[in-house]
């Protein structure tokens, strides 16, 4: 199985400032043949279902605020929030979707400062 | 707006199964993948495997293969996960999900509420 790792565990961010989340895959998730990245970013608030941020690494689902982006290739990926809102307090999941299963990163917890 | 319903919570003991519903509605049914993950409490999601909604086809995680079945019932637009053998440690939300193409893993943007089931003598 690939295995994700994320860091930090936990960030906390003033509001309007930055936030960087860090997501590494034990193998490479890139498709040389499509040059895809088949990494995925998911927001989760207490009892709710995931939500897909961002997939392909850099591609912004539909409805999503353009202050959440990705970058990164290969096996190392990051998520930007360029300016945290409060309702950005979250936490935030990697999943790649390259190989069977698709694994989920340990996720990262954003607070405001 | 696609929409997932699941079946409500459970309580079961170990060594029994348990039977989860996702009723799909508002899109055509037999055109995508439905996918099942888990969510252990504090823990991250973990896959648990798909179904062709078309040719109702599986695929699995290995290290549940043996104790995951997901069928469909096409006339009902629902699909249906059970999980044998429980132990505590499957004590979960169980969610329902979709991508937007594909029978293969895909980013999943639509989900269910989710179903808590726990696994307690």
């Known amino acids: 199985d690939i295995v994700m790792t994320q860091s930090p565990d936990s960030l906390a961010v003033s509001l309007g400032e930055r936030a960087t989340i860090n997501c590494k895959s034990s193998q490479s998730v890139l498709y040389s043949s499509s040059n895809k990245n088949f990494l995925a970013w998911y927001q989760q608030k207490p009892g709710q279902p995931p939500r897909l941020l961002i997939y392909w690494a850099s591609t912004r689902e539909s409805g999503v605020p353009d202050r959440f982006s990705g970058s990164g290739s290969g096996t190392d990926f990051t998520l930007t929030i360029s300016s945290l809102q409060a309702e950005d307090v979250a936490v935030y999941y990697c999943q790649q979707y390259h190989s069977i299963p698709g694994t989920f990163g340990p996720g990262t917890k954003v607070d405001i400062k | 707006q696609v929409q997932f319903v699941q079946s409500g919570a459970e309580v079961k003991k170990p060594g029994a199964s348990v039977k989860v519903s996702c009723k799909t509605s508002?899109?055509?049914?037999?055109?995508?993948?439905i996918h099942w993950v888990r969510q252990a409490p504090g823990q991250r999601p973990e896959w648990m495997g798909w179904?062709?909604?078309?040719?109702?086809?599986?695929k699995y995680s290995q290290k549940l293969q043996g104790r995951v079945t997901i069928t469909r019932d096409t006339s009902a637009t629902t699909v249906y996960m059970e999980l044998s053998s429980l132990r505590s440690e499957d004590t979960a939300v169980y969610y329902c999900?979709?991508?937007?193409?594909?029978?293969?893993?895909?980013?999943?943007?639509?989900w269910g509420q989710g179903t808590l089931v726990t696994v307690s003598s």
């Open positions: 508002r899109y055509t049914f037999t055109n995508y993948a």
């Open positions: 999900a979709r991508g937007d193409y594909g029978d293969s893993l895909v980013p999943l943007g639509y």
């Open positions: 179904i062709s909604a078309g040719n109702g086809n599986t």
